[in-house]
């Protein structure tokens, strides 16, 4: 099925560094949502947009609703080892009930 | 945040059997739920949408004989993986969408499926 283009696939930060990462898309969406999943688990929301330009913060979390409604972001400030997971982005259209979701940024923090 | 429970977490069971999963919002309703596969390193894959009350809708290239939704009440959707085989093996993992809450979909925490 179709799925949003996130970015990057992978990375390795050390530990207290800022991580960013984005979902792009080709279609509007109207609502965005950011989710980690550990291993073997499901995945845990973390912030929900709903909103062009909306910036929302979650702790060390902040995620943005792209303007032009095609895009969001992602930024963890000082990472710490146990934000280790799979991040994934989901949008969602007009008229429908079914996200899309990104691709997942696999995240790794070198302590 | 709403919760998802999925049950069981995971399960063995020998090919020709059938195995059933269940996923429960415990505090909203949901009158759709998701049914997703994940494979190892991959992204979820949709498999089906569950709606309270009807038949679901499955996407291009799953069986629909062969995994079984039913969304009896607003609170539990079950998937039956029919006749298994060794290939269908794998974690699945169902959301449920909280229709007063944004749309936002809440996931339970995935089932792993091992057949022998």
């Known amino acids: 099925g179709q799925q949003l283009n996130q970015s990057p696939q992978s990375m390795f930060i050390q530990e207290g560094e800022d991580v960013s990462m984005n979902c792009t898309s080709s279609s509007i969406f109207n609502t965005w949502l950011w989710y980690k999943q550990d291993p073997g688990e499901g995945p845990v929301l973390l912030i929900a947009?709903?909103?062009?330009?909306e910036l929302t913060s979650n702790g060390r979390l902040t995620a943005q609703f792209g303007i032009t409604r095609k895009d969001s972001f992602l930024n963890i400030s000082a990472s710490i080892p146990s934000d280790v997971g799979i991040y994934f982005c989901?949008?969602?259209?007009?008229?429908?009930?079914?996200?899309?979701f990104g691709t997942g940024t696999r995240l790794k923090v070198l302590a | 945040g709403a919760v998802v429970s999925q049950h069981p977490s995971w399960v063995i069971c020998k090919s020709g059997t059938s195995v059933k999963i269940e996923c429960r919002s415990l505090?909203?309703?949901?009158?759709?739920m998701f049914w997703y596969r994940q494979f190892p390193k991959q992204s979820l894959m949709l498999m089906a949408t569950?709606?309270?009350?009807?038949?679901?809708?499955?996407e291009q290239g799953v069986e629909k004989d062969k995994f079984l939704i039913n969304h009896a009440s607003l609170t539990l959707s079950t998937l039956t993986v029919t006749s298994a085989h060794p290939e269908d093996s794998s974690f699945y993992i169902c959301?449920?969408?909280?229709?007063?809450?944004?749309?936002?979909?809440?996931f339970g925490e995935g089932s792993w499926l091992t057949v022998v």
């Open positions: 989901a949008g969602l259209g007009s008229g429908t009930y079914k996200y899309i």
């Open positions: 959301s449920a969408r909280d229709g007063q809450g944004g749309d936002t979909i809440y």
């Open positions: 569950s709606n309270e009350g009807s038949k679901a809708t499955y």
């Open positions: 505090d909203f309703q949901a009158t759709t």
């Open positions: 947009l709903y909103k062009a330009g």
